[in-house]
């Protein structure tokens, strides 16, 4: 069994287990992790379920275990799923020991580690991420959400898991795209902090893109460590630090929103990362060589980087809605070179037009 990573953070500290098939060994993880289990319910999806599920509840038999669905992708992340999520919690007579388990990518994962937290006031959950975007992501932090109509992830809480299982086998099974838009929250890890994952990336795309095991492995392992110290750091994103991971995301939230999600997560936040580096670039903040070497990586790895033709008054708007605003400015988050801390800073909106020549 590989050594877990740790989220130190006193009493709601748990393990990370990353691994090839480290999901064959479910059960003793369990048993060692989470303690005095009265029942589990793992919630996921049908096409999840018919990949992963049915081994898991194999490996979980000797446990009280049901498995409950929940809609695919985006869909699960809304009140009535909570809703009827919460009713047959209730109707299986889930109480304070019990534990949900979370088998999915974020969408899953956002949605049943909330009903989690708010059940009975809260009782464990663990996270089994299948996306290259929950392994290195979204499982970790315990930020949790729903939509609402009027805005997406505006419903949600903050509560750690208690067990994080990142299996690195089980993105085989994913759709290129995913695999993709994962990939760019990777790069983002490595502009951030990483100068060694940038060049792994670099020098070893074509496996990468065939979701090579031992390399995949490698990866997650280096993000998540990341991410594990700026959430020890900043549990609450409240005092700046967690705030570099939305590097890439002030304006890649806002061409997700005008796409109507038609440019998924991962393809925003790439054409996002290379506008905050020309930003960067022309406030001399950043090398133009550091600005091509993420716009070659970027390419390579088939993500676009072209900003789509966009209404631009709307454009500022909704990036004015955004939480990142200071009076006529826009908070940016601008990289300094490959794997240095970038730095946030409140952006003229005329540069911007300017420097995207919208
Ligand atoms: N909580 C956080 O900190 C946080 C961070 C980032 C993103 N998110 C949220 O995560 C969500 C996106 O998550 P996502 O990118 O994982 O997408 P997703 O959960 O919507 O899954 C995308 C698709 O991949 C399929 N899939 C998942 N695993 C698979 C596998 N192993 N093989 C084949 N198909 C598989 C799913 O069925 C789905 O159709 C968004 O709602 C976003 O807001 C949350
Ligand atoms: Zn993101």
């Known amino acids: ?25 479910i059960e003793l993880l369990i048993k060692k992790n989470v303690h005095e289990i009265t029942s589990c319910v793992l919630v996921t999806s049908s096409s999840i379920f018919d990949l992963y599920g049915t081994s898991i509840l194999e490996h979980l038999s000797e446990l009280k275990i049901e498995k409950i669905l929940v809609p695919d992708g985006e869909a699960a ?4 799923v909570v809703e009827a999520l919460l009713g047959d919690y209730i109707e299986k007579g889930l109480d304070r020991k019990s ?12 949605t049943a580690g909330f009903t989690a937290s708010i059940y009975l006031r809260g009782i464990r ?14 499982a970790i932090g315990g930020k949790t959400a729903i939509n609402h109509s009027k805005g997406k992830n505006l419903i949600g809480s903050f509560y750690q898991p208690t067990l994080i299982i990142c299996d690195t086998s089980v993105l085989k099974t994913l759709p290129l795209r995913e695999l993709r ?10 502009v951030i902090s990483d100068p060694d994952l940038i060049t792994l990336l670099e020098n070893k795309g074509s496996f990468i893109l065939k979701a090579d095991k031992k390399l995949m492995t490698q990866i997650v392992k ?21 705030a570099i991971l939305n590097y890439g995301h002030t304006l890649g939230h806002v061409i997700e929103t005008l796409s109507n999600h038609e440019i998924n997560h991962g393809e925003a936040i ?5 506008a905050a580096s020309k930003i960067s670039e022309n406030l001399g903040y950043l090398k133009y060589n550091d600005f091509e070497r993420q716009e070659n990586l970027l390419k390579s790895l088939g993500l676009p980087i072209k900003l789509p033709k966009l209404n631009y008054n709307e454009l500022i708007s909704v990036m004015k809605r955004d939480k990142k605003t ?5 908070n940016f988050i601008l990289p300094t070179g490959i794997g240095k801390t970038p730095i946030i800073k409140p952006v003229p909106e005329d540069t911007i037009l300017k420097v995207l020549e919208l």
């Not at 534990?99 to 956002?110: E, F």
């Not at 200071?326 to 826009?330: H, L, N, P, T």
């Open 99 to 110: 534990v949900v388990i979370a088998l999915g990518g974020g969408s899953v994962g956002d």
């Open 222 to 242: 280096k993000c998540v460590l990341i991410k594990a110290k700026l959430v020890e750091e900043d549990e609450k994103d409240s005092k700046g630090k967690r």
């Open 326 to 330: 200071e009076a006529g400015s826009i």
């Open 125 to 138: 959950y663990i996270q089994i991420p299948t996306t290259l975007l929950g392994q290195v992501d979204s």
């Open 181 to 190: 838009s994962g990939l760019a929250e990777v790069i983002k890890y490595g």
């Open 270 to 274: 790439s054409i996002g990362m290379l």
């Open 1 to 25: 069994m590989p050594a877990p990573i740790t989220v130190e953070l006193e009493e709601r500290s748990h393990h990370i287990f990353i691994g090839e098939k480290v999901l064959e060994n």
């Open 77 to 80: 992340k809304s009140w009535n």
